[in-house]
Each structure stands twice: as C-alpha cells, then as structure tokens.
C-alpha cells in the first residue's frame, strides 16, 4: 500500500516562503503521479498543484502560478512544494495525494492515497 507523510507547514507571515515536502513509501513500485491540494475549514478541498512521475508535466491552480513550484525527486521517493510570497489567503490544511492512473489530473476523486495534511497558517 501507498502511505504518504507531509511535512514543512507552520505560521508564517504574508510575504514570506515555506517549503511543503511529502515523503512517499510504497509496497510495490509504482510510478505515480503526485498532487497537492488544500482546504480551509468550511471549505471544499482544492486543487493546488501536481507533477507527473518524470516531471515532465506540472499544473497549477490560478490563484497559485508564479508563486508555487512543485518538485520531485524519484530517487528519494519525495515531492515538494515551494511556496513564495504567501498570502493570508494561502492559509488551510495542505494534503499530498498520490495516483497510479489519472483521467483528471485537478480532481480529487482521481488520487485514492492522501497524507494526513499539514498545516499552513499566513498572517497578514
């Protein structure tokens, strides 16, 4: 089974960076396409980010592009996501999600592994 681990949130102030990593184990090898996505309380989860297994291809929510970078490193079996000039609105819980085969790469309902969240909290 897939089991995912994030790490890296905190409380930050408006402007400043965090990196988000998620450490990846896995009974079987697999090469997986890998999301990030985030919700707030009272909010829907949402899509933030994703990256395919070679790294070839990435996608990003709007509110987010030029701002977030997500990475990966395969031989480490890990995914990042940098965050610069974070804003107040940034702030929820950040899930890493993990797919073997993806129709809709945005959609939550194509990842079947998620982490335990962590948590990102800008103030203004």
């Known amino acids: 089974q897939v089991q995912l681990v994030e790490s890296g949130g905190g409380l930050v102030q408006a402007g400043d960076s965090l990196r988000l990593s998620c450490a990846v184990s896995k009974r079987t090898a697999s090469r997986y396409t890998m999301g990030w996505f985030r919700q707030a309380p009272g909010k829907e989860r949402k899509f933030v980010a994703a990256i395919s297994y070679i790294a070839g291809s990435t996608n990003y929510a709007d509110s987010v592009k030029g701002r977030f970078t997500i990475s990966r490193d395969n031989a480490k079996n890990t995914v990042y996501l940098q965050m610069n000039s974070l804003k107040p609105e940034d702030t929820a819980v950040y899930y890493c999600?993990?797919?073997?085969?993806?129709?809709?790469?945005?959609?939550?309902?194509?990842?079947?592994?998620w982490g335990q969240g962590t948590q990102v909290t800008v103030s203004s």
């Open positions: 999600a993990a797919a073997n085969t993806v129709l809709e790469v945005t959609s939550r309902r194509s990842y079947p592994y």
